[in-house]
């Protein structure tokens, strides 16, 4: 059973840089059949689609984040990551990482990692 | 951009049927997608391609799409079903995915 778990630091400061990571168990990123995603959900909020990255590299990314964000991928450790500069009190949220099949759904979840952005 | 449009909540007794929709200009050419999310939890999905149920979700879940409008419906819905309930599709052009704002479903 694929299982996703995100991590990394729980709180950043205005202006730095947020930086996740999710580590793959129970399969390889390098299938071809999937895109490895980043969703966001702020406090009492609605979810966001953040972007994905293919194993090969490809990576598709909201507009609304286009000049901010940066998805990467390392497949000898199983694991992608994302990256968020110049970042606000806007960008606080739980950060899911999750797997994108070829039909566009998200078939697993990591559990979420609050990221708080606050001097 | 794109928008997905829903009802901020819905509420039905428990044992009727809660329907829930979601409205967007490319609907009538790309599929929706239903997510449930509880308190503190990672969504599930509950309907694929419109009106595919994935494996392990009850029959109850059911979702239909006609025009700009794709609807998910909960047939004798019950306590446990209270959820925020999301719609996941994508623009026209299958670049950008986009959820709706959530609904959240009380069953009292």
């Known amino acids: 059973q694929v299982q996703l778990q995100e991590s990394g630091p729980g709180l950043v400061k205005p202006s730095q840089s947020l930086a996740l990571t999710c580590t793959v168990s129970g399969g390889s990123i390098t299938s071809g059949d999937f895109y490895w995603s980043w969703v966001r959900q702020p406090p009492g909020k609605g979810l966001e689609w953040l972007g994905y990255i293919s194993y090969i590299g490809t990576t598709h990314y909201n507009p609304s984040l286009k000049s901010r964000i940066t998805i990467s991928i390392d497949t000898s450790k199983n694991q992608f990551s994302l990256k968020l500069n110049s970042v606000t009190a806007a960008d606080t949220a739980v950060y899911y990482c999750?797997?994108?099949?070829?039909?566009?759904?998200?078939?697993?979840w990591g559990q979420g990692a609050l990221v708080t952005v606050s001097s | 951009s794109y928008e997905l449009t829903q009802p901020p909540s819905v509420s039905v007794s428990p044992g009727q049927t809660a329907r829930i929709t979601c409205s967007g200009d490319a609907l009538p050419k790309k599929f929706a997608y239903w997510y449930q999310q509880k308190s503190g939890r990672a969504p599930v999905l509950v309907i694929f391609e419109d009106n595919k149920r994935p494996s392990g979700i009850p029959e109850r879940f059911s979702g239909s799409s006609s025009g700009t409008m794709a609807t998910l419906s909960i047939s004798a819905a019950q306590v446990d079903d209270e959820a925020d309930y999301y719609c996941f599709s994508t623009d026209g052009r299958g670049d950008l995915r986009v959820f709706g704002r959530g609904t959240k479903l009380t069953v009292l």
């Open positions: 999750a797997r994108e099949t070829v039909t566009i759904y998200f078939d697993h």
